[in-house]
């Protein structure tokens, strides 16, 4: 014997409160993926302009106080750029600057002194060589790369307190030079490539 089935009203849903539910879910994703603050990801900072004038001679002629040399070459150190090694980590603070020239080179804090470099704390760098090559080419250097010319640009790597550190200096001779760009290859070079006395 069969039974008969017997349906009652089966409610249907309003499509307005179905198509409100889908905006409201849509709305939600977005705005995790786009508003939401990531915690993993540090803000990008953009390391400021060094600011130095080519055109204007800074030469080591008329400075009292400690004589740096590159290669040999007399110079002023007119501008000096630090960041950390790596992603994440915040802009140094004044006291960190200030250890890590008195670690840098014997008597490096006379020579900020003496000279008055202007001095830039970048954010964290990748590598060296991405720190070196945008150092390079915020300097700005005249002629083919400062070559030629009275001006040079260092870059390399220093640790301190067992954290990287990329450092770049700017210098200027009182006479056209061929140093041009230079790159510290490894940590221990600072001191063969600048002397201070």
């Known amino acids: 014997?069969?039974?008969?089935?017997?349906?009652?009203?089966?409610p249907i849903p309003n499509p307005l409160l179905g198509g409100l539910v889908l905006g409201l879910i849509a709305?939600?994703?977005?705005?995790?993926?786009?508003?939401w603050p990531k915690k993993d990801e540090p803000p990008e900072v953009t390391p400021v302009d060094i600011a130095i004038d080519p055109m204007v001679p800074s030469g080591p002629?008329?400075?009292?106080?400690?004589?740096?040399?590159?290669?040999?070459?007399?110079?002023?150190?007119?501008?000096?750029?630090?960041?950390?090694?790596?992603?994440?980590?915040?802009?140094?603070?004044?006291?960190?600057?200030r250890g890590l020239m008195e670690s840098f080179l014997p008597?490096?804090?006379?020579?900020?002194?003496?000279?008055?470099?202007?001095?830039?704390?970048?954010?964290?760098?990748?590598?060296?060589?991405?720190?070196?090559?945008?150092?390079?080419?915020?300097?700005?250097?005249?002629?083919?790369?400062?070559?030629?010319?009275?001006?040079?640009?260092?870059?390399?790597?220093f640790d301190y307190?067992?954290?990287?550190?990329?450092?770049?200096?700017v210098g200027c001779a009182d006479e056209d030079n061929p140093l041009g760009h230079i790159l510290v290859e490894q940590k221990q070079q600072w001191t063969d490539i600048v002397r201070i006395s």
């Open 161 to 169: 307190q067992g954290t990287g550190y990329l450092v770049g200096l």
């Open 61 to 97: 002629k008329s400075l009292l106080g400690p004589a740096v040399r590159v290669y040999n070459v007399p110079v002023r150190i007119v501008a000096i750029v630090v960041a950390p090694a790596g992603r994440g980590h915040d802009i140094l603070s004044e006291e960190t600057l």
């Open 1 to 10: 014997m069969i039974f008969p089935i017997f349906l009652g009203e089966i």
């Open 27 to 35: 709305v939600g994703v977005l705005a995790y993926w786009f508003v």
């Open 107 to 157: 008597q490096m804090m006379d020579v900020v002194r003496a000279h008055r470099p202007d001095v830039y704390r970048w954010p964290g760098q990748m590598s060296t060589r991405g720190f070196s090559q945008r150092f390079f080419a915020q300097a700005n250097l005249p002629g083919e790369h400062g070559e030629g010319t009275p001006w040079s640009a260092i870059a390399g790597r």
